[in-house]
């Protein structure tokens, strides 16, 4: 909706970059829930997993400018940390200045050190982290050679031309590693808004994870009526009835 309010183009991407976890034919059955919903998206559909060249380039240039590093440490070595972030154990740089002998690579860092980001997010205000404490050195390709949805995000972004993005909340910490690394790679960085993420009782995200019903594609005003009314919106009386286009 924002899109379309301002004549812009909106994109459907899949962030499918972790093969092993993807579920075949879960992508069909997203674009069939946006059709029946109404929300037609402009121009090819770009799926992460298919664009391991262009991430692979971009960590190289990084590389190239001694901005990422190896790292032989195992999750468990990095969970043992007495360090503590936004998001739990936070990498002590263990690897930062180089493998300790014997070691062998499992995954690429990018160094943090001194790195503080802040920006004006459209509804959650300024934010702002040092990432060297918050997060730490984060992984951009990880021991199994997958790449980190915060390159693959970013080097997307950029060459889809994004100039905003609208997102769940729940994604609003990882917004200032994606613009260090834009700010790395000169990349421009679009402009942000989080939105609030609907969750149960218990506080939890509705997903699949907290078995939350899907949207039913055969009844779609079951899902957009209050989802509008969560953002706020107030559709008026006897949308009920309505068609999607007419909603």
């Excluded at 702002?128 to 404490?133: A, D, H, I, R, S």
């Excluded at 960085?189 to 039913?216: F, M, W």
Aim: aromatic share 6%; charged share 25%.
């Amino acid at each position: 909706l924002e899109a379309r309010s301002r004549a812009g183009e909106w994109l459907v991407r899949m962030e499918d970059l972790d093969t092993p976890r993807v579920v075949r034919g879960a992508d069909e059955e997203i674009l069939r829930a946006l059709e029946a919903c109404g929300m037609q998206w402009d121009g090819a559909i770009v799926y992460q997993s298919t664009r391991a060249d262009a991430y692979h380039a971009e960590l190289h240039r990084l590389r190239a400018m001694g901005l990422v590093y190896p790292c032989a440490c195992s999750r468990r070595e990095v969970a043992d940390s007495a360090v503590s972030g936004i998001e739990g154990p936070v990498y002590p740089g263990t690897c930062r200045n180089g493998l300790a002998k014997g070691k062998t690579a499992r995954a690429w860092r990018i160094n943090t050190r001194g790195a503080e980001v802040r920006f004006d997010d459209a509804i959650q205000g300024a934010v702002g982290q040092n990432l060297e404490t918050d997060i730490g050195d984060f992984v951009l390709l990880r021991a199994d050679h997958v790449y980190a949805y915060q390159l693959a995000a970013v080097v997307d972004d950029a060459e889809q031309g994004i100039t905003d993005v609208v997102r769940g909340a729940d994604l609003l910490d990882s917004t200032p590693r994606q613009i260090y690394l834009q700010r790395l790679l000169q990349f421009p960085t679009p402009r942000y808004c989080h939105v609030p993420v609907a969750v149960n009782a218990a506080g939890e995200k509705l997903s699949k994870q907290t078995r939350s019903a899907p949207i039913d594609p055969a009844q779609p005003l079951m899902a957009l009526l209050p989802a509008l009314r969560f953002l706020g919106q107030q559709p008026p009386r006897g949308l009920e009835r309505a068609t999607v286009r007419e909603l």
